[in-house]
């Protein structure tokens, strides 16, 4: 097997070598939107992760440059993103208290752990363990996520202080304060919230009928929040709002990111090793969806392993530049598609362009309202609400039902952390669960075809000395024994049996397990005067047969279809 080329870790090497004029002007426009886009949206991350506002904007400029140079799509924008900073939020705020310089030093080596194991993963091609959290689960986090996030950020609109990382908590720390609620930040926040929600459904209309083609209208909707930003700014600095106990983002360093290192105390990196896992298998699985989606809408490919490593990458990054975690965000990178990204340069432009933000624009932004970054996080995250993911999990399977429910209710009630572990858990068990409990159907020939069907759904003909059993599931330890119990139970119903058929067109493996219960099978069978056959086994799992010594004490035949095998028993009959 020859070893990956240079550019195959580096897709830089490939689409640069062909960038051209047309490329430039579309990424060009891309970054433009997206950085005006993501100022206000990293500043509102920082406050949700517990870190100073600054760190949200380093969190989205080396990330994203590191991020074009080693990942595999074309239109995916790396930063800061809701879930993640309120899990960085509850893994830090279980180690240092926000605002002191221990809060920042366990961010930075949180995004130091998510980046180095990310990128392992992704150089040991190990990607697929993302599988194991189901799409069903990963809706039911989200949506509970939303709700925490929301909650979390209520105590900015109404002013007071308060805490928590679990929806109890959050709910009983808001009560005990409420009688602190500034009046004029409630106003302010209310009326940010408002208007940023009439923006998500007015302001396109509004930009139509000005007269705005449906792409630009579309595009400064989604940019919306920097008008509420900027009329809010305004008046806590015309008013003065600020001596009359409205909370500001107040002084940011005029800056690039600064080269920080992160801490490499054993006792450090052991608190944070779990939520570094959990934070890198969350953002890689939220990175990875959106990716595809947006790849398959022009026909590009992802590569799963790499983006491994470009997210590891930029987690990297984010770690030595002042940052905390980063991922793939979606409405970022729908809005950085839809604006014409072609190739991952327009993320290397959205850097300098957040860079210059950092440099020139940040004492623009003292007196913003906190307020209003909270209304920003609000807005997004109640979009992620989906309860009728419950409703759709319980019409079609209430094992999915029960892992959903599982995981909202264990992540508003516990925190983060424990909602997504049970939910890898969750998905696990209802794996082991569906497969240790396979299909089998009792077949017959429908009339006049070669086909055969399940006896319990279609008319068909059957031989009473012969079963033909399909097993609809690979073969492993989960389910051995229910293979057995199942022929043992069907063949009891059968007086005058005389053959087995094994019917395997959905068998894909066969383990250790299952090759002593089929050996088993066979044994008794054999007591009983029964012989055992097989039919429609595929290639693969054939030769694992050969290699054993099941095939030669089989009592029966290993036929090439279903058909055969009926054909030559019902021969032999007569």
């Not at 002013?159 to 009983?172: D, F, K, R, Y």
Request: proline letters at 5%.
């Amino acid at each position: 097997m020859p070893l990956p080329s240079l550019s195959h870790y580096l897709p830089i090497l490939d689409w640069g070598r062909r960038y051209d004029r047309g490329q430039f002007t579309g990424d060009m426009i891309a970054a433009v939107i997206v950085t005006i886009m993501l100022i206000p949206q990293s500043l509102a991350y920082a406050l949700l992760a517990g870190m100073p506002p600054e760190a949200g904007i380093y969190a989205s400029i080396a990330p994203i440059v590191l991020y074009a140079i080693f990942g595999t799509s074309r239109a995916l924008a790396v930063g800061p993103v809701a879930v993640v900073s309120l899990m960085t939020a509850a893994a830090v705020g279980e180690i240092a208290q926000s605002g002191t310089a221990g809060y920042v030093t366990a961010a930075l080596t949180l995004a130091f752990l998510s980046g180095a194991m990310l990128l392992a993963l992704g150089l040991f091609r190990l990607g697929f363990l993302a599988n194991f959290l189901s799409h069903p689960v990963i809706a039911g986090f989200i949506t509970a996520s939303g709700i925490l996030i929301a909650a979390s950020q209520l105590r900015h609109i109404l002013g007071i202080e308060a805490e928590g990382h679990t929806l109890p908590q959050i709910l009983s720390s808001l009560w005990a304060h409420l009688g602190e609620v500034n009046v004029i930040t409630l106003g302010l926040g209310l009326a940010a919230t408002a208007f940023l929600f009439w923006v998500r459904g007015g302001l396109k209309p509004l930009l139509r009928r000005m007269g705005l083609g449906p792409r630009m209208a579309d595009i400064g909707a989604k940019t919306g929040p920097v008008l509420a930003i900027v009329a809010t700014t305004l008046a806590v600095w015309g008013f003065d709002l600020g001596a009359r106990g409205v909370a500001i983002v107040g002084e940011v360093p005029q800056s690039l990111p600064p080269l920080t290192l992160p801490s490499f105390s054993p006792e450090l990196l052991s608190q944070l090793f779990v939520p570094a896992l959990l934070i890198s298998v969350i953002g890689f699985v939220e990175s990875i969806s959106v990716a595809q989606t947006l790849a398959a809408k022009k026909r590009q490919r992802i590569d799963p392993d790499q983006e491994l490593i470009g997210l590891g990458s930029a987690n990297l990054g984010a770690a030595f530049t002042g940052g905390f975690p980063v991922t793939g965000g979606f409405s970022r990178s729908v809005v950085n598609f839809d604006a014409g990204a072609e190739t991952p340069a327009a993320g290397a432009f959205t850097a300098a362009g957040l860079a210059l933000a950092a440099l020139f624009l940040t004492p623009l932004i003292h007196y913003l309202p906190k307020a209003t970054l909270a209304a920003t996080i609000i807005v997004a995250v109640l979009s992620l609400v989906d309860f009728s993911i419950l409703k759709r999990a319980w019409a079609f399977s209430h094992a999915d039902f029960a892992a959903v429910s599982v995981t909202i209710l264990l992540t508003l009630i516990f925190g983060v952390e424990a909602g997504v572990s049970a939910g890898v858990v969750t998905s696990i068990l209802v794996h082991l669960y569906k497969t240790s409990r396979p299909h089998m159907a009792v077949v017959g020939r429908v009339p006049g075809t070669e086909h055969f069907r399940n006896v319990l759904r279609h008319e068909v003909e059957t031989q009473p000395h012969v079963l033909s059993l399909r097993v609809d599931e690979s073969l492993y330890f989960p389910n051995a024994r229910f293979l057995e119990d199942q022929l043992a139970q069907h063949a009891a119903d059968k007086p005058d049996l005389t053959d087995v058929v094994l019917m395997f067109p959905a068998v894909n493996e066969i383990d250790l397990s299952a090759l002593e219960s089929l050996e088993a099978i066979n044994t008794r069978l054999k007591d009983a005067d029964i012989r055992l056959h097989l039919s429609e086994v595929k290639g693969p799992v054939m030769d694992r047969l050969k290699r054993s010594h099941f095939l030669d004490e089989l009592t029966g035949e290993v036929f090439l279809s279903q058909h055969e095998a009926a054909c030559a028993l019902a021969e032999h009959r007569r």
